[in-house]
């Protein structure tokens, strides 16, 4: 079952790699054949900002959750400094149940809010599309974040990794690599 699900969050991995470097792509090249548009011919698109500005959001949301399944999120490293090496798990997966609630929390808040903006019926100025598909990656990364960090939960637990965030595997490599 664990394997399942590892394939499962392998296969959403990808998904967001091919995802991210598209919308990165196309948000780039919006914005610079706008700029060329608007410099050169006193011309642009209309709906180049508005689409980036959208783009940006989904940008950041799903490479917040792909920086989850990477355990590459930033942290604040007190803990590996004020606890022993022994503790540090155990301090790890209380963080990781903080994270976590505070992360399904806030999704709920997030699926809440689009469902309001879907009920007013509001779209966006320009490119008229609805708003609520584009606030729909707020609740559904936060969730997915939520699911990734209870592998890491699991992870820490197996004694794959010493800590969330950035640097528990690299950490976790070196001292098996000095052995």
Do not use: C
Request: hydrophobic fraction near 55%.
């Amino acid at each position: 079952m664990n394997r399942f699900f590892e394939s499962l969050d392998n296969f959403f991995s990808k998904i967001e790699k091919v995802f991210l470097v598209t919308a990165v792509s196309i948000m780039t090249l919006v914005v610079f054949f706008d700029f060329l548009l608007r410099e050169f011919f006193n011309s642009g698109f209309i709906w180049a900002k508005e689409l980036a500005a959208f783009l940006m959001i989904w940008v950041g949301f799903i490479g917040a959750s792909y920086a989850t399944k990477e355990n590459k999120h930033l942290v604040v490293g007190i803990p590996e400094k004020l606890f022993p090496k022994k503790v540090l798990p155990y301090v790890s997966l209380f963080v990781n149940v903080i994270v976590f609630s505070v992360t399904i929390f806030i999704a709920y808040l997030g699926f809440q809010y689009v469902m309001e903006t879907k009920e007013f019926g509001e779209t966006s100025l320009v490119l008229n599309i609805p708003l609520w598909i584009v606030q729909i990656v707020i609740p559904a990364s936060l969730i997915i974040i939520a699911l990734r960090f209870i592998g890491i939960a699991i992870q820490i637990f197996q004694g794959k990794i010493s800590s969330v965030g950035a640097g528990g595997k690299e950490e976790l490599t070196h001292k098996e690599a000095d052995r």
